[in-house]
């Protein structure tokens, strides 16, 4: 069985990426929650880190959101380097260069509160179920069920949580 870390509510696990999620900076939390040498991170792909409990339409709303240039919260569970994982609430904001374009994105990680991990966790599940057998647009359909049901944006959701 696979063993959870955890970080302190007081800390932050910060990294950047490129344009196309390719790590270009890590904090030192973020090396060590990780459990890869800076080394390995940089020029990583930020996926290098996704655990296989999370719903691929999660990150598809994710890197849809950021296409619009705005900001993305989100609920994620990341795999370590040596099997174990760890829950994270993310902030994912897109960086600009002097002209306005986006160069990448820098994303800041907090402690997740328990008692939203009570929702996200069984919703993350039903989510995967729907994914196995009709692909992210069957689990996009049950995110988007769930906020029509109850009359809020994704956004509104995760932030009420």
């Known amino acids: ?9 007081d800390d932050l696990i910060v ?10 900076y890590g904090n030192e939390l973020f090396i060590q929650m990780s459990g890869y040498s800076e080394e390995e991170l940089l020029g ?11 719903p691929r339409a999660v990150f598809k709303l994710l890197w849809e959101t950021l296409a619009t240039r705005q900001e993305v919260f989100a609920y994620v569970k990341n795999l ?15 960086s600009y260069d002097l002209k306005g374009e986006v160069i990448g ?5 907090r402690k997740p ?15 995967i179920e729907a994914e196995q057998s009709g692909g992210v647009e069957a689990g996009t ?3 988007t069920d769930l906020l029509q049901t109850k009359g809020v944006s994704y956004e509104e959701f995760i932030l009420s949580l």
Request: proline share 6%.
């Open 1 to 9: 069985m696979a063993v959870e870390k955890s970080f302190s509510a």
């Open 141 to 143: 359909k049950v995110l």
């Open 15 to 24: 990294s950047k990426t490129d344009t196309r999620g390719v790590i270009t």
């Open 113 to 127: 509160d328990a008692e939203a991990l009570k929702s996200v966790k069984p919703l993350y599940k039903q989510m």
């Open 80 to 94: 370590a380097r040596d099997g174990s994982f760890y829950w994270v609430l993310a902030n994912v904001t897109p």
């Open 44 to 54: 990583a792909p930020h996926n290098l880190i996704r655990h296989p409990d999370m």
């Open 105 to 109: 994105y820098h994303s800041v990680r």
